[in-house]
């Protein structure tokens, strides 16, 4: 499995991005796929999932912001990140779960600046 995270970048606050993964070796219709990320010095933590095309979870602190999609002809997931606060700086990284085990792409840096 791999996934391929991109879209991240430096906005000013109120501002949006929108956040694409692409996954091989797994079909994101089928099997959870989620949003992670950590800013400097905190753990990482779930921004959003979806599974089988249904978002199932979004943290308190992006509902109303953010939005998960799938995209399951081209086999992606993107997430839509409107007003967009200092407080959302981090690296983002796409997550699926299969069989059990659990796996993570690269990460893409996400700036808000004030």
């Known amino acids: 499995v791999q996934l391929q995270a991109s879209g991240g970048g430096s906005v000013q606050a109120g501002g949006s991005l929108r956040l694409s993964c692409t996954a091989s070796?797994?079909?994101?219709?089928?099997?959870?796929m989620g949003w992670y990320r950590q800013a400097p010095g905190k753990q990482r933590e779930l921004v959003a999932n979806?599974?089988?095309?249904?978002?199932?979870v979004y943290a308190d602190s992006v509902k109303g912001r953010f939005t998960i999609s799938a995209n399951n002809a081209k086999n992606m997931i993107y997430l839509q990140m409107n007003s967009l606060k200092p407080e959302d700086t981090a690296v983002y990284y796409c997550?699926?779960?299969?069989?059990?085990?659990?796996?993570w792409g690269q990460g893409t840096q996400v700036t808000v600046s004030s």
């Open positions: 070796g797994t079909t994101v219709s089928i099997y959870v």
């Open positions: 997550n699926t779960i299969k069989f059990g085990l659990e796996f």
């Open positions: 979806i599974v089988s095309g249904v978002a199932t």
